[in-house]
């Protein structure tokens, strides 16, 4: 068999009754929605019910899988103890799952459990569905905070492993869509919270899971989404699947968005391979990109690619009459008799993978500086592995020059867009470019900074020095 159906639903817990003590009324479209999941689900009777959950064992770089043979969990936390599950584990779905994820490289599997509990991302759905079908197993996945495109390809495992085992599986998407939609609600408002609402019931309501990729990450984490990853794990688990699709419901009258859609699957659909349309735009999109990058950024992808394909580290002398063009003298020029601090800064799949710089000159040239944080960020970032020789044609780059740094007094001299910030106590120093995704304000710049100097977002006393920089693409 395989897939058979998949959903979209929220987990407010308040929509429990001994939960929500008489408040759940105002869910109530969302109720009478899942109530038809219910129904629904019974109706496949599904062999398996595989639940994505942002509320479960979370980790940036590594797919949980919950292990063992069975867990149970309650609404204890929520004051309701009385309402509790217990379920049991579909233990061969799960090791088929993880030896397919190594096999395909995908960082996932059932270690680093810190919590064998069920999460209530995983027991709202369950508290709808076993009132109606309890004869099947589950399978709980985590979210990560690997890119969209890998949480996509996670689904298309489940997929494979439903289809490989025979099982008659149900793919449910627990995720709630922006918390950020009234300024009287618990999270408050962003102007990002309705639009991403907008968006994304109209993407699941008409199927078009190739558009789940086109969510930038800094809006999503504006939007305070927690449920985009599992839909998009959704979609992975329908790939190359006809389904008929029914937009249930979506309401925001607690200030987080619930949507509930349906997929009933129909049979198989090649034009339905939604990772593949992508990569094909990806791919057109960055050569697009690589052809127009500048003498800064050409060079600092040569200096890169090469010490990662061959070990060798380039000289400009000798890339001169291959990596720039004639009218390109200026800037040739420039950087072979130019002194400043660089940053070299490496994106893939829309994440950082690499930044790496100095603040004041430390090599003979502007070229020099490049030639060599292009090779420390993909290879001396603390933060990540080093770069492989098959993300090359992934990575996109980005080169700052630093200008003068200028002593200020008091942070009202800062524009996060235009000054980059330094933050100096004792012998601790932080620093942070300015324009960056996510950095809105000159109090998150400064936070950022001080933490990246090992002091506290709120510390006072600390000496401010701000510059300007001339980024190149």
Known sequence: MGIVGGFMVPHP??????????SEAVVKETTMAYEKV??????????????????????????????????????????????????????EFVQKLSAFAAYEEIDAGILGEKDASLDHGTMVPLYFITKKYTDCRIVRLGLSGFS????????MLVKRVAEELG???VYIASGDLSHKLKEE??????????????????????????QLFEFDEHFLEKAAECGHRSFVMLAGALDRTGVSIERLSHQDVTGVGYGICTYLVTGSDESRAFLDK????????????KNAEDAYVRLARASLESYIKERKKIRMEDVCGTLFTPDEKEETEQLRNRRAGVFVSLHKQGQLRGCIGTIMATKDSIADEIIENAISA???????SPVTEEELKYLEYSVDVLGETEEIETEEELDVKRYGVIVTKGMKRGLLLPNL????????????AKRKAGLLSNEKGCKLERFEVIRHY
């Open 148 to 155: 969209l495109e890998t949480h996509y390809r996670m689904g």
């Open 13 to 22: 817990p308040m929509i429990v009754p001994a939960v929500g003590q008489g």
């Open 38 to 91: 219910a129904e629904m689900v019974a109706e496949l009777k599904p062999d398996t019910i595989v639940i994505s959950s942002p509320h479960t064992v979370l980790y940036a770089d590594y797919f949980h899988i919950s292990p063992g043979a069975s867990a149970s969990g309650s609404f204890a936390g929520f004051r309701a103890p009385e309402v509790s599950f217990s379920v049991d584990y579909d233990e």
């Open 437 to 448: 995704d996510g950095v809105d304000t000159v109090e998150e710049q400064l936070s950022i």
């Open 378 to 384: 993909s290879t001396r970032d603390p933060r990540f």
């Open 167 to 169: 099982r008659r599986v």
């Open 278 to 289: 992508w990569e094909r735009t990806e791919d057109e999109r960055r050569l697009k990109q």
């Open 185 to 210: 609600g618990p999270y408050g408002f962003d102007e990002a919270g309705p639009v991403y609402d907008e968006r994304i019931m109209d993407v699941m309501g008409s199927g078009s899971f190739d």
